[in-house]
């Protein structure tokens, strides 16, 4: 009988569906007289694990309070509750998170690096480029004059194998604006002589208004202007233009129309793309030497 009442105690620890599997040697009934699993003989409890991850002894009221639950139980059933209640937490906070993150994410700082083009700026599809540059060669003031000045532009683009170039200087004097000599035509969309055609300006009226997409910084060759010579302070090549960012002539500042080496003129900056690429310089000293702007007809 004590081996019947042992065999049914190991059942019912196995519960229904057998998690725990309890062993005992019956080979030896005489130990345990006082009725309980572990007595004096060699019907030890040898095993209490079923496939979970290891239950301890349960207690007086039936509950499993082992070690390891304590610390989180890994076993089967428990996997399978994490993942339902993980997935009903993710779509949960989804559509909470989603109003706070977005204003946040809007409004985060910029790290990225400007690359020259301002976003701002519509979008431009390049159409009949007109090249522009500005010259390696300076130049005095004195003895410049538009026609002069129009011919050294011609003659550098010559020497980079440009074919009948035409050119014209961005060069006012007293009389003749640069806006009003320079011919130009719609579409067309002002670009570098550097080997990408970096884009200056999306047509005529652009390169009239401001900002430029890119400063015009790059000589006949598509190398980078040098800063010298400079002036105002400007760590800047300097450039004679005696206009302003409109096209219009900047009356008193042309050197008496590129005639004299006395008083002052308006000179630009070529690394600039705001009004500071045509009249960086307010007052740059006629006895001084600069470089021109070319502008492809």
């Known amino acids: 009988m004590r081996g019947l009442r042992l065999l049914f105690a190991a059942v019912s620890l196995a519960g229904p569906c057998g998690c725990g599997l309890v062993g005992f040697d019956l080979s030896d009934y005489g130990g345990g007289d ?7 003989g060699s019907g030890d409890v040898v095993a209490l694990d079923g496939p979970g991850s290891g239950d301890g002894p349960q207690g007086a009221d039936g509950a499993e309070d082992g070690g390891a639950d304590a610390g989180g139980d890994t076993g089967g059933a428990d996997v399978v509750q994490d993942v339902a209640t993980d997935g009903r937490d993710a779509r949960t906070d989804a559509p909470a998170d989603a109003p706070v993150d977005a204003p946040v994410d809007a409004t985060g700082t910029d790290t990225g690096t400007d690359t020259g083009t301002d976003s701002a700026l519509p979008p431009c599809t390049i159409v009949a480029k007109k090249r522009v540059f500005v ?12 026609t002069t000045a129009d011919m050294h532009c011609n003659d550098l683009a010559l020497n980079q194998g440009i074919i009948e170039p035409s050119f014209k200087a961005w060069l006012s004097d007293e009389t003749t604006s640069a806006g009003s000599r320079i011919t130009h ?3 067309a969309s002002y670009v570098l002589m550097d080997v990408s055609s ?3 300006a999306c ?9 430029h997409r890119h400063g015009i910084d790059r000589d006949e060759s598509g190398a980078l202007a040098p800063t010298t010579p ?3 302070g400007a760590t800047d090549r300097a450039v004679w233009t005696g206009t302003n960012a409109d096209g219009s002539i900047v009356a008193g500042k042309t ?18 793309s705001d009004a500071s690429w045509s009249t960086g310089c307010g007052a740059a000293a ?11 007809q």
Do not use: F, K, Q
């Open 286 to 296: 006629c006895s001084g030497t600069g470089a021109i702007y070319c502008i492809e």
């Open 255 to 272: 050197c008496a129309s590129w005639t004299s080496g006395a008083g002052t003129a308006v000179m630009g900056l070529a690394r600039s």
């Open 135 to 146: 010259s390696s060669t300076t130049y005095g003031a004195a003895g410049l004059s538009l």
């Open 230 to 232: 400079s002036c105002g």
């Open 198 to 200: 970096t884009l200056v």
């Open 34 to 40: 006082d009725g309980t699993l572990d007595g004096g």
């Open 185 to 187: 035509t719609t579409p």
């Open 203 to 211: 047509g005529w009226s652009e390169l009239l208004a401001l900002p």
